[in-house]
Nanobody, 124 residues
Framework: QVQLVESGGGLVQAGGSLRLSCAAS????????MGWFRQAPGKEREFVAAITWSGGSTYYAGSVRGRFTISRDNAKNTVYLQMNSLKPEDTAVYYC?????????????????WGQGTQVTVSS
C-alpha cells in the first residue's frame, strides 16, 4: 500500500503563487511516477503534471506549461507542484497520485494510488 498526503492548498488572488506538496509513505515504485490531477466542480478529473522517480522526466498539460513546475525529492519521497501566475480557472481540488509504471501518465487510470485532495481557490 501507498499513502499519499497532500498539503499546501488555499486561497490566493489571481497572479499569485502556491506550492503543493505530496508526501508518499509505504510501498514506493522506483520505476514509476507521481502525478498531479485536478477536478473542478461539474468537470472531469484532468491531468496537470507528472514526474518519473528515476530520471525525473516531466510532463505537463498545455494549460499549465510555463506556469507550473513539478519536482521531486527522492530522499523524502515527496513531490511538489509549484504554481505561479495562477488564474481563476485553476480553481479545483488538486490530487496527488502514484503510478507503478510510466505507461499512461496523462490519464487517471494510469495511477494506482490517490491522495485525499487539497483545495486551491484562485480569486479574480
Amino acid at each position: 500500500q501507498v499513502q499519499l498526503v497532500e498539503s499546501g492548498g488555499g486561497l490566493v488572488q489571481a497572479g499569485g503563487s502556491l506550492r503543493l506538496s505530496c508526501a508518499a509513505s509505504g510501498r514506493t515504485f522506483s520505476r514509476g511516477a507521481m502525478g498531479w490531477f485536478r477536478q473542478a466542480p461539474g468537470k472531469e478529473r484532468e491531468f496537470v503534471a507528472a514526474i518519473t522517480w528515476s530520471g525525473g522526466s516531466t510532463y505537463y498539460a498545455g494549460s499549465v506549461r510555463g506556469r507550473f513546475t513539478i519536482s521531486r525529492d527522492n530522499a523524502k519521497n515527496t513531490v511538489y507542484l509549484q504554481m505561479n501566475s495562477l488564474k481563476p480557472e485553476d480553481t479545483a481540488v488538486y490530487y496527488c497520485a502514484a503510478a507503478a509504471n510510466q505507461l499512461q501518465l496523462r490519464i487517471p487510470r494510469g495511477y494506482d494510488y490517490w491522495g485525499q485532495g487539497t483545495q486551491v481557490t484562485v480569486s479574480s
